[in-house]
């Protein structure tokens, strides 16, 4: 796999996923390095669709731990339950907020995060990591994310 990626030429998000996200199966198919394999699956999101911010949080020692991520720096430990991410880890589930100043509990690691998108990867029924994609602009996400995304984390969770 080259290092360049190929999209089109289009404002359709859909478009990109449709493009982009078996690019990402095959830059990651040949590594069997977890943390090379999230470094560039979040570089591919941050570039080919222009996200404010990617990045992955590793379930380490009961709490999620900052992992390899692009855009502003971050928090770097977040308990169970606590904010988007730690209720996406809790619940098991992908967590779509269109304003993260409504989320009870919002952890803001950056002012300028308007919504935000978290999915688990689970393997063995336990939550492994967590990617998290904010956007600075509000109610930014939708179901078309959400099924593009939940579709890229099948592919992480079958690298864990």
């Known amino acids: 796999m080259s290092e360049n990626l190929f ?14 996200i078996p690019q990402i199966e095959a830059l990651i198919s040949g590594e069997s390095d977890l943390i090379a394999n999230l470094a560039n699956v979040a570089a591919a999101l941050k570039e080919g669709l222009d996200f404010f911010w990617v990045g992955f949080y590793l379930v380490k ?22 904010g988007v ?25 950056s002012s300028a995060s308007k919504s935000e998108i978290v999915l688990p990867a689970i393997k063995n029924d336990e ?3 967590i990617l998290d994609i904010d ?18 984390i099948k592919i992480i969770e079958n690298k864990l």
Do not use: M
């Open 135 to 152: 956007s600075d602009q509000l109610a930014d996400f939708n179901r078309d994310d959400q099924t593009h995304l939940e579709r890229l």
């Open 85 to 109: 991410c730690g209720t996406a880890w809790e619940e098991k589930r992908t967590v779509l907020v269109e304003d993260v100043d409504q989320f009870p509990g919002h952890i803001a690691c």
């Open 127 to 129: 939550v492994r990591l």
């Open 7 to 20: 999209l089109p030429d289009t404002e359709s998000r859909v478009e990109k996923y449709e493009a982009l």
């Open 61 to 82: 020692e009961g709490e999620l731990v900052l992992g390899p991520f692009q855009g502003p720096i971050a928090c770097t430990r977040i308990k169970k339950g606590k």
